[in-house]
Nanobody, 126 residues
Framework: QVPPVESGGGSVQSGGSLRLSCAVS????????MGWFRQGPRKEREGLAF???????TYSDSVRGRFIISQDDDKNTVALLMNNLKPEDTARYYC????????????????????WGQGTQVTVSS
């Protein structure tokens, strides 16, 4: 599987916004769950935002109301708009895809055989 390519990270002040983008290679005839994750220093990978094959979105409690996930019609790009950023949002951000519906194991970030990209760093200063 081709690894996703994340972009759009950077350094912002608390309260600022960033828009991350991820290029994925998926079969347009198949259904995928697409998600954004992050991993901060000395922390486990955390699932943040997901969009299922029908377009329904779900968010973790830590980002609900501040982050918005979206995907292009061709399903080859998934974006994450991050508003009202906080210092605790500082982490490396990754996107990933999984066949079918958005299962809890995939959303936890602990599912095996998920292809991860290099990620993009987000740093929020107070």
């Amino acid at each position: 599987q081709v690894p996703p390519v994340e972009s759009g990270g950077g350094s912002v002040q608390s309260g600022g916004s960033l828009r991350l983008s991820c290029a994925v290679s998926v079969d347009p005839d198949l259904d995928y769950c697409m998600g954004w994750f992050r991993q901060g220093p000395r922390k486990e990978r955390e699932g943040l935002a997901f969009i299922d094959p029908l377009g329904a979105t779900t968010y973790s409690d830590s980002v609900r109301g501040r982050f918005i996930i979206s995907q292009d019609d061709d399903k080859n790009t998934v974006a994450l708009l991050m508003n009202n950023l906080k210092p605790e949002d500082t982490a490396r951000y990754y996107c990933a895809t999984d066949r079918g519906a958005c299962g809890q194991l995939f959303k936890s970030g602990r599912k095996q055989r998920v292809t991860w990209g290099q990620g993009t760093q987000v740093t929020v200063s107070s």
